[in-house]
Structures are given as C-alpha cells and as structure tokens.
C-alpha cells in the first residue's frame, strides 16, 4: 500500500520522553497521550470529548466557492472526524466529493485524501480550492477524481490510488429527492441564481425517482467503497430523514439498515452522532393544522470494516 512518511504532533523532548520508555506523556491542558493509541493521535481527554453521541457545530459562513454547492458540509466539522479516525499521513476517501470539503479538511490535519465527483462545476471548484492548499501543504496528497461513484472501481483502479486501501472514508450522500422538493431555502438559492440540485445527470442517484431503488444504488456504491477500506477501517455517513408528500421516509436509518445486509461486503454498524443544528431559524410548518417538524439535526452515522490483515490481503488480490 501507498503511504506517506507519517510526521509526529509532538515536540522533539516529547518524542525522546516516549524513546526513553515511557509509554504516557503529559500534553498539559490537551491532557495524556498514550503511545499505544492505535487510531489517532489524540489524548485521552481529547477522545471522551469526541465520544459524546450529540454535538454542536456552528461553522464559519461559507465563502462565495462554497456557496455553489447546494448541501455542502463543513470542513471544520468533517476537520474533528478526521482527526479522530486517523493518523497524520492516512488516506481519506470521500466518494460524493462535492466542492472538496473533506479534502481540505484533510490537508489542514496532515492527511492524504482523494474524493470523486460527478458534476464538472463541483469538481472545478474542488480542484482549484486543492490546489491551493496543497501549496501550503506541500506533505501531504490531495486527489480530486471526476466521475459517478456508481463506477468508483473503475475510477480508482484507472488512477494512482489502485493500490491503496484508505484509512478512513467520510461523506455525505445526496438525501434521496431532498432537493427536489420546493422548500423556501430552495427558493432562496434560485433568487440568488445558485443551484439547487446536485445537477441533471442521469448517473446522479440524487435524481433517483423511487425510494428503495435509492436506497440499493447507494449500498452499491458503499460496496465497492467496502473494497477499497482497509480492515477495521471506519466509514462515516453524514445523512439525514427525509420528509416527502406528507410522509418521513426514514433515510437515516434505512441507509444504516441496509449497509449491514450486505453479504461478504456487510459494514458493522458501531454507533451514530447526532450534530445538532440550534442555529437554523425556525419556520411556521403546518401550523393550525397538523405535525410538520422543524428538523434541525443531522445523523452522523459510523460504520466499520471488521475484518483481520488476511480478509484485506485477498480482497486487494480479487481487484486486480
């Protein structure tokens, strides 16, 4: 497998501390670091914080570049998961990559990344905002892949990364129909002249009509991001519910469900962190007539890759 050198966060008397035998060094107000921390690099202060199942999350406003993606996630948020699930050095994978988010979250930890994306303007602005890190960020790697995820295989072994198995995996899917529906953010946007849909193509499951068929073309995907995970590796799935012709449809948890029925390429569901969003402003739903939630959370749903070196062994054996 491909990997960088991986750099240390800790000064040169820390690290010659920990030479001299001593598995546990004080970091002061980040708390105690354990050598022994085989998933990040994180005291252990640092990981109960982050173990909390709700959070809050108020991101900066997003800049103009941003603001051309109508679902984009922080990368301030996406910056904490990375941070948690890996080391300096780890690969990232976002398979519906958007403006970049993820990748520049990556860069900003030290760690390589590579995302996929369908729509030309998406993978334009994504391109051009890595290339900017990346010349401060000279360490690390930052690959902006264009395509449908729905042929993610293909797209990875035709790159560079065919032989890399990716530490982490961090995105956020289209919400089935979520943008189809003429909601008053929705308005706002086309008033701006912003779009308001990912885009037209037929290969984009966010334009996917019915339900259940959604929900098996994602776990296709979700498959073959299964393959390219290196065991015991984490995925994480920002998702959310999703209301539709008077009806919850329960995209959250079906996505959860339906990820663990997968045969020999079934994800363990391990847990879900709920990002509250306190800061949305309320709207009059059904107001004098009946029950229209104002929704202002999102599911952070974690997944995992179970399996020992062997079962990573003979999978990257299979693709090529």
């Keep these: 497998m491909m990997a960088l050198k991986k750099k240390t966060i800790f000064s040169s008397e820390m690290k010659s501390t920990a030479d001299n035998g001593k598995k546990i060094i004080d970091l002061g107000s980040r708390g105690r670091y354990n050598y022994n921390n085989k998933l990040n690099n994180l005291t252990g202060k640092e990981w109960i914080r982050f173990s909390k199942s709700w959070f809050i999350h108020k991101p900066p406003k ?17 910056e904490e998961f990375i941070t948690f699930f890996t080391k300096e050095g780890d690969w990232v994978l976002d398979p519906f990559m958007g403006t970049g988010s993820t990748l520049l979250a990556a860069a900003r930890v030290g760690r390589n990344s590579a995302g996929i ?5 998406y993978w334009s602005s994504a391109r051009r905002r890595t290339e900017k890190i990346l010349k401060e960020k000279t360490e690390v790697k930052a690959l902006t892949l ?12 035709g790159s560079s990364l065919e032989n890399i198995l990716f530490d982490f995996v ?35 499951i966010g334009n996917i009509k019915d339900y259940c068929e959604f929900i098996e073309k994602q776990a296709v995907i979700f498959d073959q991001v299964f393959d390219f995970t290196k065991p015991n590796g984490y995925l994480t799935i920002i998702t959310n519910n999703v209301y539709f012709n008077g009806k919850l449809y329960p995209l959250a948890f079906d996505t959860a469900v339906s990820l663990t029925k997968r045969g020999n390429k079934s994800w363990i569901l391990k847990d879900e ?23 202002h959370h999102q599911y952070c749903l974690v997944l995992r890759k179970e399996g020992g070196k062997e079962k990573g062994k003979s999978e990257r054996k299979k693709l090529k």
């Excluded at 004098?288 to 104002?294: E, G, I, L, T």
């Design 62 to 78: 997003r800049k103009e570049d941003e603001i051309l993606h109508p679902a984009k996630f922080p990368e301030s948020l996406v």
């Design 117 to 121: 994306e369908l729509s030309t303007e």
């Design 146 to 157: 264009k395509g449908s995820s729905e042929n993610l295989t293909g797209i990875l072994k």
């Design 170 to 204: 961090i995105t956020s899917p289209p919400y089935w129909n979520q943008l189809e529906r003429n909601s008053l953010r929705q308005k706002m946007r086309k008033e701006k002249g912003l779009s308001t849909k990912y885009s037209s193509s037929t290969d984009d």
């Design 273 to 295: 962190k709920i990002w509250l969003q306190d800061d949305k402003p309320l709207i009059a739903l059904g107001v004098n007539n009946a029950w229209v939630s104002n929704r």
